[in-house]
């Protein structure tokens, strides 16, 4: 079975500094990974996804995950946070063959201004 | 830029009810999914759909829920007589391929049951 954790239920950074949210995986097999971002009573947005190759993904808004094998992580970085940036975010993974998306319990960015 | 788009974006419904959400899914994906997100809590999977055919589904999804793709573009959820704890957010999904594509969600639809 497949599964994610997001250790941090929240995260607060002041406006120009670095942020990070967490994730780790669990899956059979080479992992999937993704992040998306949720903004109040909106869908889910795609941020960025690790299937092969360089282990720094970059993905849309000036965010980047690193993708960890041995530490079996994925962590969604920014170098200098916004205050738009507040919102809902989502780590998920599926494996080869899977059909579906675990998601973590999701991480809710507060950047103040 | 193609988006999946559901509607209603928001239902309510007595228990015990039947209530079919819909979902437009991006024209060239061959791959429809529904999730559930129950309030405070993480997003679920339900089902995915292939080819006419379901290709895999959660334990959630027992007999009481069903999957349609009525016509070339419209992908159903019904559920048959719904519970109280069937509310919450109902999102769509659909992908160009399988578990390696990136899957593009709808906004949701809120389903309350009274």
């Known amino acids: 079975a497949q599964s994610v954790a997001q250790p941090e239920d929240q995260v607060n950074v002041a406006e120009g500094n670095p942020l990070t949210v967490k994730c780790t995986y669990s899956?059979?097999?080479?992992?999937?990974l993704f992040w998306y971002v949720q903004y109040p009573n909106r869908g889910l947005q795609f941020l960025l996804k690790?299937?092969?190759?360089?282990?720094l993904v970059k993905g849309s808004y000036g965010f980047e995950a690193e993708f960890n094998k041995s530490q079996t992580s994925f962590h969604l970085k920014k170098p200098s946070a916004l205050v738009s940036d507040s919102a809902l975010y989502f780590c998920?993974?599926?494996?080869?063959?899977?059909?579906?998306?675990?998601f973590g319990a999701g991480t809710t960015v507060t950047v103040r201004a | 830029e193609p988006e999946v788009t559901q509607t209603p974006s928001h239902q309510v419904t007595q228990m015990g009810q039947e209530v079919i959400l819909r979902c437009v899914p991006i024209?060239?994906?061959?791959?429809f999914y529904w999730y559930r997100q129950i309030l405070g809590q993480k997003v679920e999977f339900l089902v995915s759909?292939?080819?006419?055919?379901?290709?895999?589904k959660s334990e959630i999804f027992d007999d009481q829920f069903s999957v349609e793709r009525p016509d070339g573009s419209n992908f159903t959820l019904k559920i048959r007589s719904t519970k109280l704890e069937d509310s919450a957010m109902y999102f769509c999904?659909?992908?160009?391929?399988?578990?390696?594509?990136?899957?593009?969600f709808g906004p949701g639809t809120r389903l309350t049951v009274l």
């Open positions: 899956v059979s097999g080479n992992p999937y």
């Open positions: 999904a659909s992908s160009e391929g399988g578990s390696e594509d990136t899957q593009y």
């Open positions: 690790y299937i092969t190759g360089d282990n």
């Open positions: 759909f292939y080819n006419n055919e379901i290709s895999e």
């Open positions: 998920a993974v599926s494996g080869l063959g899977d059909y579906k998306l675990s």
């Open positions: 024209s060239n994906h061959l791959y």
